[in-house]
């Protein structure tokens, strides 16, 4: 729905690990919704940073680093 409003895939959380809605897909494995916002125009190169706080303890890094780290644990 909020992409047929037109959106912004790529609005990244301005506190904490700063993720983007492409590297949050990516850690909670959201295949779906990751491939839907690829679709429309989600930026492959934006980096999120590392966090250490459970339950979403992330090394940071591209949407395709964390979805491949994700993949091994």
Do not use: K
Request: net charge negative.
């Amino acid at each position: 729905m909020l992409l047929t409003h037109n959106a912004d895939v790529n609005v990244a959380m301005s506190a904490g690990s700063h993720h983007s809605p492409l590297t949050i897909a990516a850690f909670m494995r959201h295949t779906e919704v990751y491939s839907l916002l690829l679709q429309n125009g989600a930026d492959t190169e934006y980096r999120a940073l590392p966090w250490d706080t459970e339950p979403f303890v992330t090394d940071g890094g591209t949407a395709a680093e964390i979805l491949q780290a994700r993949a091994r644990a």
